[in-house]
Every structure is written in C-alpha cells, then in structure tokens.
Nanobody, 120 residues
Framework: QVQLVESGGGSVQAGGSLRLSCAASGNTYTMGWFRQAPGKEREGVAVIGWVGSTRYADSVKGRFLISKDNYKNTLYLQMNSLKPEDTAMYYC?????????????????WGQGTQVTVSS
C-alpha cells in the first residue's frame, strides 16, 4: 500500500515559480505528477522512473523539472515560468514497476492533490 501527500501548491503570478513536494510511504517506483483543470480531463505533467529517467508533457518542457529523493521517498516538481494555463489541481502518483508513461491510466495510487493557481 502506498500513501502520497502533496504540499507546496498556492497562488502565484504569471512568470513565477512554485515547488511541489510529495511525501510517500510504502514502496514507490515510477512516480509522477498529473494535473486536472476544471472541466478538463486529468493529464500527465512529468514522470520519473526508479533509475531517474524522465518524461514531460510538451506543454511543460523546459519549464518544469521533476526529481525524486529516494532516501526520503519524496517526489518534487519545480515549476518555473508559470503560465495561467498551468492552473490546476496537481496530483502526485505512483505507477509501480511500470515503464514510465504520462498516461493517467498507468497510475496505481493517487495523492489528494494540491491546488496551483497562476494569475495573469
């Protein structure tokens, strides 16, 4: 059983930065960040595999950086140059031993989410 607790969301102006954290308990492997804006489907943002390989959605490449501290079992998402279209609920997820994918259907466990709001 894996439990995930996100933190670090908030409100920021366009161009600003935020860092999300996800404290995990249990055995985690491939992990990622997903987001869901009102009226839209949940989408993958960034995923990191157990050995550190990463994959990003095209919309965040060059602006977001995913990382994981395996010793602390904590996942991070550094978000820079934020845009209003980044506004969403952000969810931490664990995909177990699967090949990295930003497809939400790959997720085994979800966190409760943390809100990110970017104003113009």
């Amino acid at each position: 059983q894996v439990q995930l607790v996100e933190s670090g969301g908030g409100s920021v102006q366009a161009g600003g930065s935020l860092r999300l954290s996800c404290a995990a308990s249990g055995n985690t492997y491939t992990m990622g960040w997903f987001r869901q804006a009102p009226g839209k489907e949940r989408e993958g943002v960034a995923v990191i595999g157990w050995v550190g390989s990463t994959r990003y959605a095209d919309s965040v490449k060059g602006r977001f950086l995913i990382s994981k501290d395996n010793y602390k079992n904590t996942l991070y998402l550094q978000m820079n140059s934020l845009k209003p279209e980044d506004t969403a609920m952000y969810y931490c997820a664990d995909m177990g031993r699967k090949v990295i994918s930003i497809d939400p259907r790959s997720v085994n466990y979800w966190g409760q989410g943390t809100q990110v709001t970017v104003s113009s």
